[in-house]
């Protein structure tokens, strides 16, 4: 199994002994300091990306999956976040997939689904990462330690409460929706109402179902309250995260919630359904790592993945031209300026390949590629827009796919790789 890579010395402190055993609030040495000639993260120094930030994917990999099309001679990269998606990536047999995260303790927790994929039974996977009830994930634990590299081993060794709590539950993110379960949903929708959104069939129910029981005025107002720019900022992501937004941030997510509620079927919706509950109780509603027939799969094709824990920014200027050939890079551009955008979207150029894929999102900051890059990254709006319909996590404004040219003649239109599905 690949190990975490990266710059200079990694190391985990461990925490005080006078205060809680937990991710949040504990200095976690990221590895490598920037130098002044290479341009730096403009949100990695904040406090909360020292911290896992999400513990989980929020991004519907199969959309992404979709729209770069892997195969067995293509080299991914990709942001590694929960780590999630590197791993439903890993399904398509690329001949190698490079995940990045300046955030250390994401780099771990990615490491750690890693070595329990590698040691674990699969109802062993799912009673140790939290999705089934068990009372011994610190004996589990122990079981695959051996798996873990130093750097990660000291990481997980100094936070045994989260391995208890079980690590899809333990992000930052996925605690401010534990918060909005307990705090706030019940004021609006009781478990009854929720479990017969969720049992629903058909869109046609889910739309009548969200006009007569759901969208009422209290709905209305916990959006207005709980997903508010500033509460969002403090509980869920963080300031630094919403620096470029000037949209109203409650109004947009309710109008991408109805979408989700009724445009998006909630059979296989596994967002909603943990969003909702807390958990994953139907089978038929969980992330793509951690379906049952996957699991073979994944574990042979482990070696192929490598984990780097370093700045985008610093990472790319030191790889060869032509490095990479498929790009999923989270909503990274949405906490750059536009100048810092501009500059990564030509070094991305630069590192890919003739014909390479680009997968963005957008949450609330709309980023492009500059004028310059016009005719050398070409933008397939409509696969774009299919892969927007059909992310069932329904965050996001806006999907982006683009394929660089990188031969002399430039003015490429757009070669559409296959028919967008309707």
Not at 360 to 365: A, F, G
Request: glycine letters at 6%; hydrophobic letters at 35%; proline letters at 5%.
């Amino acid at each position: 199994m690949s190990k975490l890579s990266g710059r200079g010395q990694l190391a985990a402190e461990r925490p005080r002994q006078d205060r809680p055993s937990t991710c949040a609030g504990d200095r976690t040495p990221l590895c490598g300091e920037a130098n002044g000639s290479v341009p730096k993260s403009e949100i990695r120094v904040e406090r909360v990306f020292r911290s896992i930030l999400y513990s989980q994917s929020w991004e519907d990999p199969e959309v992404d999956r979709r729209a770069l099309d892997i195969g067995p001679r293509d080299d991914v990269f990709t942001i590694a976040a929960s780590g999630d998606n590197a791993l439903a990536y890993l399904l398509d047999e690329p001949r190698s997939l490079t995940a990045l995260d300046f955030n250390f303790s994401q780099c771990c927790l990615l490491e750690l689904k890693m070595a329990a994929l590698e040691k674990l039974s699969h109802g062993e996977l799912l009673e140790f990462v939290g999705v089934s009830p068990s009372p011994g994930r610190a004996r589990t634990y122990r079981r695959i330690r051996d798996a873990l590299s130093g750097p990660a081993g000291e990481f997980w060794d100094a936070h045994p409460r989260l391995i208890e709590r079980g690590v899809i539950h333990v992000g930052r993110f996925e605690r401010y929706f534990a918060l909005f379960r307990r705090c706030s949903l019940p004021w609006v929708h009781s478990r009854r109402t929720r479990d017969e959104l969720l049992a629903c069939r058909t869109l046609d129910e889910q739309r009548d179902f969200y006009r007569r029981r759901w969208d009422g005025v209290r709905w209305r107002t916990l959006f207005r309250l709980f997903f508010d720019r500033a509460v969002m900022a403090r509980l869920g992501r963080d300031p630094a995260m919403f620096r470029y937004v000037e949209d109203d941030v409650a109004s947009a997510v309710r109008e991408r919630a109805r979408h989700g509620l009724t445009e998006i079927p909630v059979a296989s919706n596994w967002f909603l359904e943990y969003i909702l509950r807390g958990a994953y109780e139907t089978p038929g509603r969980r992330p793509t790592w951690l379906i049952e027939d996957n699991h073979p799969k994944l574990r042979r094709l482990l070696s192929r993945v490598t984990i780097v824990n370093d700045e985008i920014e610093r990472f790319l200027p030191e790889r060869a031209e032509g490095s990479f050939s498929k790009f999923s890079l989270s909503d990274i551009f949405e906490y750059m300026s536009e100048a810092a955008s501009d500059r990564l979207f030509g070094e991305l150029w630069r590192v890919s390949r003739d014909n390479a894929v680009l997968s963005y999102r957008e949450m609330m900051v709309g980023r492009t590629r500059p004028a310059a890059l016009e005719g050398k990254l070409a933008e397939d709006e409509d696969l774009g827009a299919w892969c927007h319909r059909h992310d069932r996590s329904f965050f996001y404004g806006a999907h982006h796919v683009l394929t660089a040219h990188k031969e002399p003649a430039m003015g490429h239109r757009v070669r559409s790789r296959s028919a967008v599905p309707r």
